[in-house]
């Protein structure tokens, strides 16, 4: 008796555990089943990430492994992280091995920076001789003890390392990675692979104390040509193939996520850093893995670059309706985009928030610049153009549908990369700190180290301008004809203002080495932590980010087992307009009856000119966009609320479908906000809502019931007795309210109206006889 007491003790002390993580888990975040996730070790009761005292929005650093300083250029390294200013670390990057594992190559050489480097006599990098590994690793686990707050997670991929990875000879071995992890040669998922890197990932946050992992896939996407072009051998064959793969990989990796949570009793994180370029994201169909995500890092920088000859902003905030490339692509030309610029951050933001709250995406700024030399037009450079002068020597994957850019060379591009035969890549990057002393006219002491003469001097003057819509700095100079697009502390004071003003859930930043300070004994700026300051300083005391997705709808109190989702997109390129299915499905056992009205939020990241070719009457019932139009310093709504009825003679019974072919131009995710209209109630969705009550639909009073299920007709015209007049006092139409009977249903008109009841959308069903 004792021990059968003991248990039920022990079993009610489980479920309470049980109840009060599902008040902490994020809405909208995917639970796998029969999974007592501890989600209260990472999220408070409203479903906020707990992210220290000092924190009310993420900081997210990414490190990156390569800048240990064994190879003669300046080193950053972990201690030189700002601990106390950041909320987040990504490591960047593990790679996916010839078994399909999560890997960061040979862990006991004493030269990989991640497992077997050290520093000796470098204060504050002496390894801990307690753990079975060196390099950044140990010193990671060192500083998570003494900064407890700080959240670590590996990040697999990027854009050299999403099909492939380089060996210890520093070759790129192309195995596919991703693409072929997920994706079998005959366009199957392989899900073999999957679980492999799925169980891999696993054994390697235990073993190395990382709380999650971050995907840096570059790109699932379907837009041919999309991702680095060493990569098209495995990409360009599978495009139409990618998105399902990716989506399968994403599902096991939360589900199996889940599982270690449970077994180790901590919540274990799945990020990713996602693009934001309408175009790519036009290929990644309805983006419904964001439903696996704790949260989202969008890549709000690489917005304009020397992929292509258009001269502008890396990270505007803003739309500014000057976008060169925007113009000649006829995007603010033609009538359905809505006037809608899409490179820059609010867009992205806007496009998530169709699908997520605020509070689960993160917004990148880039520590570095972009840049083209050779510029033609403009005003001091911007939105002017840079071909390179052969374009016969394109890099590949440019050059094909523009002509390719004229990127920066020599001291305009301090952090470049490297051709296959060695030769500069001209891009014009450069760490924030080296443009900082461009703008100063400073030879920064460091050049050497990037193999400059000791005697390089600057040519020209490199003048800051700023631009007051896109918030966004950059240098000119004259001389040389070179445009570096740039942040300082003025853009990154604006969008973490941004961040605050939107909910959002915080920054990500590419990367930490990249960030400056003023080193007042070398009279120069160099690698420190300006920009970052300016975030902390910002997010200390800012409110709590936002936690509810569809803030534009009262929450329901009962759901209805309708569940949704977007089907039978084409490959990228050729969907255009959008137009995917809209698959209503009914999960549940009671019949969804004809008449039924369904509405639900389509982000204005895409223009209200969104329509249907199903007969369901599919209207704008409320237009988001902007009221001068277009999105120029901004969007100012979140939602357009989009609305269709199923016919009266429409029922959908348990197990039924209905299938709405949508049209739309700009790409958004998977909506939210779904309310089903039945008589005069309105019911979430259990999709969206899987704790609240299932509605009863065939009982209690609708309406115009009397309590019973029964429907009251009295004093209701059967139709064609139409309830109003025209002019000459002949009855022919119905009024907005008015009630009418027909075929055994009662139906409520939705505006004036002639039609048929049932027939189209102006009218809803009321109650079934």
């Known amino acids: 008796m004792i021990r059968q007491l003991l248990l039920v003790a022990l079993a009610a002390i489980s479920n309470v555990t049980q109840a009060n993580d599902e008040n902490c888990k994020p809405s909208g975040l995917y639970s796998t089943p029969d999974t007592p996730v501890p989600y209260c070790s ?4 409203d479903g906020r990430e707990q992210l220290g005292t000092e924190h009310q929005r993420r900081i997210i650093g990414y490190f990156t492994s390569w800048r240990h300083g064994k190879n003669g250029q300046p080193s950053y390294l972990v201690k030189d992280i700002p601990w106390q200013k950041i909320t987040h670390i990504n490591y960047a990057f593990a790679h996916i091995d010839n078994n399909y594992r999560l890997s960061i190559g040979n862990v006991a050489n004493p030269e990989n920076p991640a497992t077997g480097m050290t520093w000796p006599g470098v204060s504050g990098a002496e390894m801990d001789p307690a753990l079975p590994y060196q390099g950044h690793f140990n010193l990671l686990t060192q500083y998570k003890r003494q900064y407890p707050h700080v959240k670590t997670l590996i990040s697999v991929g990027g854009w050299a390392e999403t099909g492939g990875f380089f060996n210890e000879q520093g070759e790129r071995i192309a195995n596919g990675g991703f693409y072929s992890m997920t994706t079998n040669a005959d366009g199957s998922i392989n899900e073999i692979g999957i679980q492999a890197f799925s169980e891999s990932t696993i054994e390697f946050l235990r073993r190395y104390n ?5 995907i840096d896939y570059e790109y699932p996407s379907s837009m041919q040509g999309a991702g680095n072009p060493d990569d098209y051998g495995f990409s360009d064959a599978q495009r139409k193939n990618l998105w399902r793969s990716y989506q399968a990989l994403m599902k096991s990796l939360r589900q199996t996520l889940d599982r270690a949570s449970v077994e180790d009793g901590k919540h274990y ?19 419904d893995v964001v439903q696996y995500l704790d949260f989202v890092n ?18 505007a905030l803003y739309d500014t309706g000057d976008d060169l490339e925007l113009q000649e692509g ?6 359905q985009y809505g006037n809608i610029g899409y490179l820059n951050t609010d867009w992205a933001v806007h496009y998530f928030r169709g699908a997520i709250a605020a509070g689960r995406i993160n917004i990148g700024v880039p520590y570095y610049t972009r840049g083209w030399q050779n510029v033609q037009g403009g005003t001091h450079g911007l939105w002017g153009k840079a071909a390179l002068p052969s374009q016969s020597d394109c890099a590949p994957g440019t050059g094909i549908s523009t002509p390719c850019g004229y990127g920066a060379l020599g001291l305009n591009n301090l952090w470049h990369d490297k051709d296959t035969n060695g030769a500069e890549i001209g891009a014009g990057s450069n760490p924030m700190w080296h443009a900082k002393n461009l703008q100063q006219g400073i030879v920064g002491s460091y050049l050497t180290a990037y193999g400059f003469p000791a005697d390089a001097q600057l040519a020209g003057d490199y003048q800051r301008y700023y631009d007051d819509i896109a918030q966004a700095p950059w240098l000119w100079n004259a001389e040389q004809k070179v445009f570096l697009s740039t942040e300082d502390e003025q853009s990154m004071a604006a969008k973490v203002q941004y961040v605050i003003d939107q909910g959002v859930g915080g920054i990500m930043f590419w990367e930490l080495a990249g960030d400056y300070d003023w080193l007042p004994g070398r009279q120069e700026y160099f690698i420190g932590d300006s920009l970052t300051t300016t975030a902390y300083n910002a997010f200390r005391d800012a409110t709590p980010y936002e936690v509810v997705a569809a803030d534009n709808v009262e929450l329901p109190q009962q759901v209805v087992s309708l569940s949704y989702d977007f089907v039978g997109y084409k490959v990228g390129d050729n969907n255009y307009p959008l137009n995917p299915t809209l698959r209503l499905s009914n999960s549940g056992e009671q019949t969804i009856p004809g008449g039924t009205q369904v509405e639900f939020n389509m982000p204005t990241a895409t223009s209200s000119v969104i329509n249907d070719q199903s007969g369901m009457g599919l209207t704008v019932v409320s237009d988001g966009s902007n009221a001068a139009g277009g999105n120029q310093g901004g969007l100012e709504n979140n939602f357009h609320r989009v609305r269709l009825t199923l016919p009266g003679w429409k029922t959908l019974a348990a197990g039924d479908s209905v299938d709405i072919t ?3 131009y700009l790409p958004v995710p998977l909506p939210n906000g779904m309310r089903v209209l039945v008589g005069d109630h309105a019911y979430g969705t259990r999709q969206e809502y899987p704790l609240l009550p299932i509605a009863d639909l065939n009982g209690g009073d609708d309406g115009d019931g009397n309590g019973d299920g029964s429907c009251n007709v009295d004093g209701i015209p059967a139709y064609p007795n139409w309830p109003q007049n025209d002019w000459s006092g002949k009855p022919n139409h119905a009024a907005t309210g008015d009630k ?7 139906y409520q008109a939705n505006w004036w109206t002639q039609s048929e009841p049932g027939s189209d959308g102006s ?5 079934k006889l």
């Open 298 to 315: 969008i890549m709000s920088y690489d917005l304009h670059g020397a992929w292509n000859h258009y001269v502008g902003h890396n990270a």
């Open 740 to 746: 009418m009977l027909h075929e055994g249903v009662i």
């Open 330 to 335: 006829k995007v603010y030309s033609t009538p």
């Open 210 to 214: 990382f709380d999650g992992v971050d």
């Open 42 to 45: 990472v999220y408070d009761q």
């Open 763 to 767: 009218w809803k069903m009321v109650c």
């Open 662 to 664: 949508m049209n739309y």
């Open 269 to 287: 994180l799945l990020t990713i850093a996602s693009p934001s370029s309408a175009y790519l994201l036009r290929g990644m169909e309805d983006f």
